[in-house]
């Protein structure tokens, strides 16, 4: 209460409560109680850049609550003032690729990334995928990926969005690679097992795509996956036997 009240009247409020404010967004929005996180983080808008856990939840709830102004709003804050935390500015080109601003979100991204002593595995990630949304050169999205290779091991979704990226620019045998390990590691998702299909059928495997294909039927034999499974199967070879899906 005192916390509450010392934001409404005008005051900075200490270290300690910001951390206590972060808390309780964060508290609502586990609880999925959007509109409470919404509530609280607009309450202590004015301070939101002054820990980057807040600015982090705060950003997150406008997001999740559908409040696309106040996001709108502490998107540009983050912009003109600039961060340091990785996970903020994640989040900050993220949001902006979500809205169609690839350009600023790349540009931004590339700031952050170039002044970190040791660089971040999922803003390197997001800053791949702005390179690419920006319709930059492929090596750009490649580079940034290369930066944390190593550090990345079998962290699933590093492999499913790099898998994503290696075909969005066309390495599509460096995609198969990947993404054969992302499956190894999650069978059961035949969302992965869709991108993994994909990958095979760009890289003119086309039998192993279709066997992937079946497998994704019958994890999900969804409408929307039968007719790809059928679509794909008929690119790959029309004499395939297909009936099995339909």
Not at 30 to 51: C, K, Q, T, W, Y
Request: charged share 25%; proline share 4%.
């Amino acid at each position: 209460r005192n916390m509450l009240a010392t934001a409404r009247n005008g005051s900075t409020p200490s270290a300690r409560p910001l951390w206590m404010v972060a808390s309780m967004i964060g508290r609502a929005i586990g609880a999925g109680n959007h509109s409470e996180a919404v509530r609280i983080a607009n309450e202590h808008f004015d301070h939101a850049l002054e820990l980057p856990r807040l600015t982090k939840l705060s950003l997150i709830a406008f997001t999740r609550g559908g409040d696309s102004d106040s996001a709108r709003r502490l998107v540009e804050r983050v912009l003109e003032a600039g961060t340091d935390d990785a996970a903020v500015a994640t989040l900050v080109v993220t949001w902006l690729l979500d809205v169609d601003r690839a350009s600023e979100g790349y540009a931004f991204a590339k700031k952050v990334v170039a002044a970190q002593a040791e660089p971040d595995l999922r803003l390197c990630l997001a800053t791949a995928r702005a390179a690419i949304a920006d319709q930059n050169p492929p090596s750009h999205a490649l580079a940034y990926l290369s930066r944390v290779q190593e550090i990345a091991g079998d962290d699933l979704p590093f492999l499913r969005h790099q898998g994503e990226i290696l075909l969005a620019v066309g390495r599509f045998e460096q995609a198969v690679d990947v993404l054969r390990r992302a499956v190894e590691l999650a069978p059961k998702s035949s969302n992965l097992r869709l991108l993994y299909a994909r990958a095979l059928k760009h890289a003119q495997h086309p039998a192993e795509a279709c066997d992937e294909m079946r497998e994704v039927v019958r994890l999900d034999p969804s409408i929307a996956n039968r007719r790809y499974a059928v679509a794909l199967m008929l690119q790959a070879d029309p004499a395939l036997d297909y009936g099995a899906v339909l």
